[in-house]
């Protein structure tokens, strides 16, 4: 019995480590994002490209670091509101996805 405990526990971490794996970082959300004709922005589409263009795009994993991201290259309001509905857009699929896990 403690033998198939021990296996299903093993089992369970396999899982749970996996769907950290699947779940992507702002940066790869970002990258992956295929242009959808007539869905989101004009202004989260010029974010993505800027974005998409910065060698130096860091890893963001929260809404202060994507304020401090902005405010370092000097990104203007419309640009602003671009990359928060980017945020928005990224945190709602997350979001879904460790729903459906």
């Known amino acids: 019995m403690a033998a198939l405990l021990d296996s299903a526990a093993a089992q369970l971490r396999r899982r749970s480590a996996c769907r950290d794996i699947l ?11 295929k242009y959808d004709f007539g869905r989101g922005s004009e202004a989260a589409w010029r974010f993505i490209a800027l974005a998409r263009g910065d060698s130096g795009l860091p890893d963001i994993g929260d809404r202060r670091e994507l304020e401090k991201y902005l405010a370092r290259n000097d990104f203007s309001g419309e640009i602003r509101a671009g990359a928060h509905s980017a945020w928005r857009s990224f945190t709602a699929y997350r979001s879904g996805i460790r729903r459906e896990q």
């Open 23 to 33: 779940v992507p970082s702002f940066r790869d959300y970002l990258l992956a994002r």
